[in-house]
T-cell receptor, first 114, second 110 residues
Framework: NAGVTQTPKFQVLKTGQSMTLQCAQD?????MSWYRQDPGMGLRLIHY???????DQGEVPNGYNVSRSTTEDFPLRLLSAAPSQTSVYFC?????????????FGPGTRLTVT | RKEVEQDPGPFNVPEGATVAFNCTYS??????FFWYRQDCRKEPKLLMS???SGNEDGRFTAQLNRASQYISLLIRDSKLSDSATYLC???????????FGQGTELSVKP
């Protein structure tokens, strides 16, 4: 199993450009999430999904869209990139149900917006 | 006030030392508690879940005090390989919605 994969690993965007960060998992996990990590801020939840066709907002959803058309994929779209979106983005997945489920994280995408 | 707050770091300790990290959470409806470990510029990985009765995994002991809304992690006999950032994590439901503390950096020196 590849686990959780993310592409690209690095990306530089100009202000106003749009792009999609890809996330895929091959563990048949129902739950998937996107986080951003900034220095001194910890990880903050952007959007999450509890199954195909179901998404919800997290703590910092503005400027981002998600969709979940399959169990495996959970892409994150930046609509119009801003310098404030410079960050490291992590995708994660976990099994459904139970209180003590482990979230598996992808290796991250390092995004710089100039 | 942040929903999950951790001791500010960094902690610099010698090999073999015992070190304790503290974490408080603000939402009394919190249901599940975890410690994750993150190595420099890598993804977080689950270190251990924190159960109401407290739990131990080798040199690591986690405690939960629901009345005080407080979680702790104790590392005994620190190793160089324990150097990392430790993240306190809280969940309010059974879904994939975790709230992370800002992390506490640990550096274990020879």
């Amino acid at each position: 199993n590849a686990g959780v994969t993310q592409t690209p690993k690095f990306q530089v965007l100009k202000t106003g450009q749009s792009m999609t960060l890809q996330c895929a998992q091959d563990m048949n996990h129902e739950y998937m999430s996107w986080y951003r990590q900034d220095p001194g801020m910890g990880l903050r939840l952007i959007h999450y999904s509890v199954g195909a066709g179901i998404t919800d907002q997290g703590e910092v959803p503005n400027g981002y869209n998600v969709s979940r058309s399959t169990t495996e994929d959970f892409p994150l779209r930046l609509l119009s990139a801003a310098p404030s979106q410079t960050s490291v983005y992590f995708c994660a997945s976990s099994e459904a149900g139970g209180r003590y489920y482990e979230q598996y994280f992808g290796p991250g995408t390092r995004l710089t917006v100039t | 006030r942040k929903e999950v707050e951790q001791d500010p770091g960094p902690f610099n300790v010698p090999e073999g030392a015992t070190v304790a990290f503290n974490c408080t959470y603000s939402n009394s409806a919190s249901q599940s508690f975890f410690w994750y470990r993150q190595d420099c510029r890598k993804e977080p990985k689950l270190l251990m879940s924190v159960y109401s009765s407290g739990n131990e995994d080798g040199r690591f002991t986690a405690q939960l005090n629901r009345a005080s809304q407080y979680i702790s992690l104790l590392i005994r006999d620190s190793k160089l390989s324990d150097s990392a950032t430790y993240l306190c994590v809280v969940s309010f439901n059974q879904g994939g919605k975790l709230i992370f503390g800002q992390g506490t950096e640990l550096s274990v020196k020879p």
